[in-house]
């Protein structure tokens, strides 16, 4: 009895160590938010560049979409024999120079599509500050073109966006209401920018799972966690997309938006 206990010992064993290895070879992104910046008056073009850097290979979450050729223009590489986007932004849109274009793709994307491409770009207003905005944008500007972002653009910690009203912001960065206030599943699902990453149906990307039969994997408290916790628990196979999801849905959204979407996810089986 004592030699097939130990077989059977054995064999657990080799099978941890097997997912072990398979586990620690799995590139692993750092699950962080996006780190508040204090830009003075004083900010040099350089030190927004680099703010700018970091926010867009790191935890800002660009590179899920851009540099892949195929969901999303590239913009630190060449574009369709353009250059990149600092060398193409200013002849982008009619009427709006490099500096104008930018900020409006970033906080209103649906305003200007590229040619080619859907429109899956979310607002980035609802998850960083115009700070981070401005700071971004000063990057883009920098990859091929002339920076030209000074800090008279950039409003004091807590201040608005150019442009927007006082009564019309949340805390996370000048941003309307979320969905225009609609309970409608879809409507915030594409004003939250979940399609970007998300397939529905025929709608939406691969950079997270699928949310077409969702409510087949995930109960009601699953999907409530995986909408306000999304680094909680990481879909198998999505490891390399760690820490890409805003986490900050939960103060965008009201208590009955949040409901009205858990159960029409959870619906989808």
């Known amino acids: 009895m004592w030699a097939i206990n130990l077989r059977i010992a054995?064999?657990?064993l080799g099978t941890l160590a097997i997912y072990t290895l398979i586990a620690n070879k799995i590139p692993q992104v750092q699950s962080e938010v996006p780190r508040a910046l204090a830009?003075?008056?004083d900010v040099t073009p350089e030190q927004l560049v680099s703010a700018g850097d970091e926010l867009y290979n790191g935890s800002g979450g660009?590179?899920?979409c851009h540099g892949l050729g195929t969901r999303a223009p590239n913009i630190t590489s060449d574009e369709k024999g353009q250059g990149a986007i600092g060398a193409r932004c200013g002849s982008r849109e009619p009427g709006k120079d490099c500096k104008?274009?930018?900020?409006e793709a970033l906080t209103r994307p649906g305003a200007f599509v590229v040619p080619g491409y859907e429109p899956i770009m979310p607002d980035v207003?609802?998850?960083l500050s115009p700070q981070?905005?401005?700071a971004l944008v000063a990057y883009l500007e920098s990859l091929g073109g002339t920076v030209t972002v000074t800090a008279a653009d950039i409003p004091a910690a807590g201040g608005l966006t150019p442009g927007a009203s006082p009564g019309n912001t949340q805390s996370g960065g000048g941003s309307t209401a979320f969905a225009g206030g609609s309970t409608d599943p879809m409507a915030m699902l594409r004003?939250?920018?979940c399609v970007g990453c998300h397939k529905i149906g025929e709608e939406g990307g691969a950079v997270g799972p699928d949310l077409s039969r969702v409510g087949a994997r995930l109960n009601a408290a699953g999907i409530r966690e995986a909408i306000l916790a999304p680094d909680a628990k990481i879909s198998p196979g999505f490891e390399n997309f760690a820490g890409i999801m805003p986490k900050n849905y939960g103060e965008q959204m009201t208590a009955g938006q949040l409901e009205a979407l858990v159960r029409f996810l959870g619906g989808r089986k």
């Open 132 to 134: 981070q905005i401005w």
């Open 62 to 64: 660009c590179t899920a």
């Open 100 to 103: 104008a274009y930018l900020h």
């Open 10 to 12: 054995a064999v657990v």
């Open 39 to 41: 830009l003075g008056a």
């Open 125 to 127: 207003s609802r998850t």
């Open 191 to 193: 004003d939250g920018g």
